[in-house]
């Protein structure tokens, strides 16, 4: 052997024991590891990377540390002890007694003993195996054609939760800054990363950067959370033609509408367009100059705006009305010229000359000949909802509407403004989400994974609603029929399975309803976000924007910690691009409460912070006094928390009620 050939083995890599084996046999002893140590180990090369990121042996491990899996197995505890497989000899002697039995009638006997026999070896019990596999398939909330990382999926569903607060924008006030309230919220995407729209009380529009495009770089990534843009003050004003005009534009403060809604805000990605409702004033925004680019003007205050997708109108709900409002007709002459014709609420062959007799006027008169708007017999519209088709398209050609009325209102697009269907609640409903496959009711918990695989490839939508019913939450869920479907006897998308979550959804209004991966995800008035399967009452998780991440909670009861602050999550919007391909389970959720903006993600500690966007340098004494003070209130804020703990175990032992 030549010193080339020596030199050439020894630089030849060996492969490990470990690696030389079959990828099945190191999966099965990789199985034995914690979870942690598997994560360990998937970074060692890229063989143990692949095994260890194996799709369905997270799927498996997902289904085994699921509460669904635990509520299973408790049913099966408390209905029926466990059956202890047979004996062999006892089966011989049971089969034994059956074939004595048939001897006595006057057939053949070992016609009827081979008969028994097939039957017994034909309808053998059920293993365990066989029954987790039908388990399995019952519970897996994803459909064929789904694409779900279920690596990302189990983290989601047991890692840590942090959240980042976005910078809160301010503005100098004298010597003080004063911090202004978020009114809305708000994603765009696209090629450079994702960005937080929203408005601001003094009239302006933000732009914070999310970062996490393909085309994003390292410096977008690192500015994440921090405003990137932000309008003049007043931007968004409202002129209702009223002679006081001067007096609304000197205060700018008083120009944004707070309605309490929050749907309020659209930003279209595709033409980077954000829709903005003040008071009766529809703003169409560009995202790029931060100017507005037309005006709409409505008969009534606007309490709800769809979501915005090129080429598909907008559809505007006022406190009366609906209204469809198609970005390819906006034109600014319409703010200024009361005689201008361009309206959405007109037909399209609208004389040319002359004031059409088709505007505004016939709904303030109740002359709704030839109309293009949609009368709202109850007051109050909450939530508009364009249901997605699963493809490229964003949506069908459906809407609906949900609000302070006891039914959900259906609207075809090509047939507006006709109604098409109602579906009765009986709540206050006001957030909408939808799924683009079949709802699944909890009665079929048991079928096989041929029978699952059937339900879940017919074709269907899911509809899912929250709100409030009687004080408390409800959480609504409604499979649609497709259009196509006439064997029901119903038109099309008519529900044809239903389930309301009125018991245990939550013990107040749930604000928001959003899908994040594979769960379904709610806020409720109490601060806590839940996530859920999408059967809609399997509890995943749980957390409280108002827990603390530094520190565990301290007592023995869990509310202390998280009622400290008191925000509430009133929207929760899912960072994804909401793209056809794209992976089923999202990273991050971006958070409202009404002042400011957060970003939760699955990781040990929060992305971003105060100290990341603070322009002065802090003195040595600035830092310890600062840091001092911080410790001082943690301290203080865990030792009341104790001593309340404390109260109210010393008051449900019957002791010390009469000195409290």
Not at 74 to 82: D, K, N, Y
Not at 174 to 193: F, K, P, Q, W, Y
Not at 621 to 638: D, F, L, Q, S, V
């Amino acid at each position: 052997m030549t010193r080339k050939q020596m030199l050439e083995l020894e630089l030849t890599p060996v492969p490990s024991p470990m690696e030389s084996l079959p990828a099945e046999v190191v999966l099965h002893i990789v199985a034995f590891l914690e979870v942690h140590d598997i994560v360990r180990l998937s970074q060692v090369s890229k063989p143990f990377y692949l095994i260890c990121r194996d799709n369905e042996w997270w799927r498996n491990l997902s289904f085994e540390t699921s509460p669904w899996e635990s509520d299973r197995r408790s049913r099966q505890t408390l209905v029926r002890a466990p059956i202890p497989v047979p004996d062999p000899r006892v089966r011989e002697i049971q089969r034994r007694v059956a074939a004595l039995a048939s001897s006595k009638s006057t057939q053949n006997t070992a016609t009827d003993r081979a008969k028994g026999e097939r039957e017994h070896s034909a309808s053998p019990e059920p293993s365990v195996e066989s029954q987790r596999i039908r388990a399995l398939a019952n519970w897996d909330p994803s459909y064929p054609n789904e694409k779900v990382d279920w690596y990302g999926e189990y983290i989601a569903r047991h890692g840590p939760i942090s959240t980042s607060w976005l910078q809160q924008p301010t503005v100098r006030e004298g010597n003080m800054d004063e911090t202004h309230e978020i009114r809305g919220v708000a994603l765009h995407h696209d090629s450079n990363g994702s960005r937080v729209v929203a408005p601001l009380d003094d009239g302006s529009v933000c732009l914070w950067e999310l970062g996490h495009g393909t085309n994003s770089n390292r410096t977008s990534d690192r500015r994440k959370g921090a405003i990137i843009g932000r309008s003049k003050a007043g931007l968004l004003s409202f002129n209702d033609g009223s002679d006081n005009d001067e007096l609304y534009y000197s205060h700018p403060k008083s120009k944004t509408a707070n309605t309490g809604v929050v749907e309020c805000l659209s930003v279209d990605s595709v033409r980077n367009k954000a829709y903005f409702a003040v008071h009766k004033g529809l703003h169409e925004v560009d995202l790029n100059t931060l100017q507005i680019s037309h005006h709409e003007k409505y008969p009534f205050m606007i309490s709800a705006l769809s979501e915005a997708t090129y080429p598909t109108p907008l559809t505007v709900g006022s406190t009366h009305s609906l209204h469809l409002h198609d970005p390819r007709r906006s034109t600014n002459a319409c703010w200024s010229d009361p005689n201008c014709t361009d309206r959405v609420d007109n037909v399209a062959n609208f004389p040319a000359s002359g004031r059409p007799k088709n505007d505004f006027y016939r709904l303030l008169s109740g002359d709704q000949s030839s109309s293009q708007f949609a009368p709202l017999f109850h007051p109050g519209p909450l939530a508009i909802h364009h249901v997605s088709s699963g493809t490229s398209d964003a949506s069908s050609g459906e809407i609906y509407v949900a609000g302070r009325f006891p039914s959900l209102l259906i609207y075809d697009r090509r047939n507006f403004p006709k109604l098409r269907n109602t579906i009765h609640s009986g709540a206050r409903l006001c957030s909408l989400t939808s799924v683009p496959y079949p709802f699944r009711s909890l009665d079929d918990r048991n079928l096989t994974p041929q029978a699952v695989h059937q339900a879940k490839s017919t074709p269907g939508k899911t509809l899912i609603a929250c709100g409030e019913y009687n004080g408390k939450g409800s959480l609504e869920i409604y499979g649609l029929s497709p259009e196509d479907n006439s064997t029901l006897g119903v038109p099309g998308n008519a529900q044809s399975l239903s389930y309301k979550n009125r018991v245990s959804a939550s013990r107040s209004k749930l604000l928001s309803v959003a899908t994040h991966g594979t769960r379904l995800v709610v806020s409720d008035g109490d601060g806590s976000i839940r996530w859920m399967e999408r059967d809609g009452c399997t509890l995943v998780r749980r957390w409280n924007i108002n827990q603390y991440e530094g520190f565990e909670k301290i007592g023995i009861f869990r509310s202390s910690a998280a009622e400290a602050h008191g925000d509430v999550a009133r929207k929760l919007v899912p960072v994804n691009r909401g793209e056809a391909d794209a992976q089923a389970n999202s990273d991050a959720l971006l958070v409202w409460t009404g002042e400011r903006v957060g970003l939760l993600a699955f990781k040990n500690r929060p992305q971003f912070g105060l100290e990341d966007w603070e322009q002065k340098m802090e003195t040595a004494e600035e830092k310890i006094k600062r840091r001092e003070e911080r410790i001082y209130g943690e301290t203080m804020r865990r030792a009341l928390e104790k001593q309340a703990n404390e109260v109210r175990f010393v008051r449900g032992l019957g002791a010390g009620i009469r000195g409290l």
